[in-house]
């Protein structure tokens, strides 16, 4: 059910002049994904950890030059140094327990300089253990954002023992 999700919102996004990145936590998704896009008839780049150097290259710049639809990576392949402004929209097809990454992931297609709309598509299975990662996501945002804010008593409040446990496992 959740590909066929995705390969609706991709072709839908395609109708809509949308060029799209679809980021994995997983190299094993991947292949899955390009079956889904080639099924669409649409054109598409990949990245991976195991892509050499010069084939990235050359797929992101497939992307760039509007030669590809569809950006399908693992989001840890996608490093800091790599500007997708020619997306307008981006699929995280799972969450990953670290919130940074897929903000870095995030980073891909917004930073200074984009100049048009963009759209973060998040897919997350209910009552699964994407849920949990959901939550884990979410209590360490407000763990960061209370540090950073020095707010001390809402820290008090959001820190467990357990939470601090959990820290160093």
């Known amino acids: 059910a959740k590909r066929n999700r995705l390969t ?3 072709r839908d996004l395609k109708e809509q002049g949308k060029p799209t990145l679809v980021f994995s936590n997983f190299k094993a998704m991947i292949p899955l994904f390009q079956q889904a ?3 669409l008839r649409l054109r ?3 990245v991976t ?4 150097q010069a084939t990235r290259q050359k797929e992101i710049k497939r992307f760039r030059d509007g030669e590809s639809d569809v950006f399908l990576a ?3 392949s996608m490093n800091s140094s790599v500007d ?3 997306a307008k929209a981006l699929v995280l097809y799972e969450p990953w327990w670290n919130p940074q990454k897929e903000k870095q992931g995030m980073g891909r297609m917004v930073r200074r300089g984009q100049q048009d709309d963009t759209t ?3 897919f997350v ?3 699964s253990v994407e849920m949990q990662l959901m939550a884990i996501q979410d209590r360490k945002l407000s763990l960061v954002d209370a540090v950073f804010n020095g707010d001390m008593m809402a820290l008090s409040h959001r820190l467990t023992e357990e939470d601090i446990a959990k820290l160093f496992v």
């Open 44 to 46: 598409f780049s990949t």
């Open 120 to 122: 973060v598509y998040r």
């Open 49 to 52: 950890g195991s892509v050499p």
């Open 37 to 39: 896009v080639e099924d």
């Open 125 to 127: 299975t209910p009552n």
């Open 8 to 10: 609706l919102l991709i």
């Open 74 to 76: 693992t989001l840890g």
């Open 84 to 86: 997708l402004f020619e």
